[in-house]
């Protein structure tokens, strides 16, 4: 699906194949999601460029990522997607500059493009002006990012109130709320860790963007860029403080999970501690040999009773006063 952008922000759609009508110069951003072989060949055809398959999207190396080739620049940035509903996940998306125009390439839909294409009306664009729809996606995108930044922080505090909160104190937790607990918190650790790895991948696209020819000869673009390179930042610092957070919340969580195993395995050592003496007793009489003193003895039932019970009942005296419970 191709969509066209036009200045003041119309949005219209190319028809599948059709390489014969010219694209217009008052289009800005050409926006291909999820494109066929046939679209791929149809925008090679109508922009005179060569454009990056999925495959080459999902290059890791510089090199391959951030490159000029005659008058286009190709670019590549990995943002965070499926935030609000499952698992975060990673999608690498192409940012493409040639003839003034801003084809983007994406095989998913990470929220930033429907709400840039939402507010695109807002923004003063004319006809050649495709570094500032860049600029300003990217500061979209980052936008985007510090939202999902303060999610996760949202998330860890209620992870922490849940179980650090009032009342938590002397509290029995069963292992299936703690086992929740732990599910929440490595969910947490994945979101952050996405965002982390997205703003490595557009901290590397800014860099490279504020040292383009194309946005030095354009200032509202240039200080764009600017601001958005000093966001990534302090969101990349954010990120690490989020993430250490998180590791702590772990680890405490996991201590708690210990502290129930060692409270379940000191209920059963009180249990032993206490039920000895007794079994030591009733074992000592209850021997089958044919001359044991006091076998007759009239009262040896209700004594061998009354010293199994004050053996007990001492016994718990003593964890008591040594604080077992």
């Known amino acids: 699906m191709i969509h066209l952008y036009k200045a003041g922000g119309v949005k219209t759609a190319l028809p599948s194949g059709d390489a014969s009508e010219p694209l217009g110069d008052d289009a800005v951003w050409i926006d291909m999601l999820d494109p066929t072989e046939a679209d791929m060949r149809q925008m090679e055809t109508l922009l005179g460029v060569m ?6 999207l999902k290059n890791i190396e510089p090199s391959s990522r951030y490159y000029t080739e005659g008058n286009a620049v190709y670019m590549t940035a990995s943002i965070v997607m499926n935030v609000d509903f499952g698992l975060a996940q990673l999608t690498d998306v192409g940012f493409i ?14 929220k930033p493009f429907f709400l840039f294409a939402a507010d695109m009306k807002r923004l003063d664009l004319g006809p050649g002006q495709g570094v500032r729809v860049l600029a300003n996606l990217l500061d979209t995108i980052v936008d985007r990012t510090a939202e999902i930044l303060e999610l996760a922080v949202a998330r860890i505090d209620n992870i922490s109130i849940a179980v650090f909160g009032e009342g938590a104190r002397g509290r029995r937790r069963p292992p299936a709320e703690l086992e929740e607990r732990l599910i929440e918190i490595s969910a947490c650790h994945r979101l952050v860790s996405k965002t982390r790895d997205s703003l490595i991948t557009l901290a590397r696209l800014s860099t490279y963007v504020q040292a383009l020819e194309q946005v030095h000869g354009d200032k509202p673009a240039k200080d764009v860029c600017r601001i958005v390179a000093h966001d990534i930042q302090s969101l990349a610092e954010h990120a690490s403080f989020v993430s250490s957070n998180i590791s702590f919340l772990l680890d405490s969580s996991l201590g708690l999970v210990n502290l129930e195993q060692n409270n379940i395995m000191k209920l059963f050592s009180v249990v032993s501690v206490v039920f000895a003496p007794p079994m030591l007793i ?3 009489y209850g021997m089958n040999f044919d001359r044991m003193p006091d076998l007759h003895w009239t009262y040896g039932y209700p004594a061998s009773l009354a010293a199994m019970l004050l053996t007990g009942v001492l016994a718990i005296y003593w964890l008591r006063s040594r604080g077992w419970f």
């Open 51 to 56: 454009l990056p398959t999925r495959e080459t």
């Open 97 to 110: 500059l040639a003839e003034g125009r801003l084809i983007t390439i994406r095989h998913a839909e990470p």
């Open 282 to 284: 009733a074992g000592i």
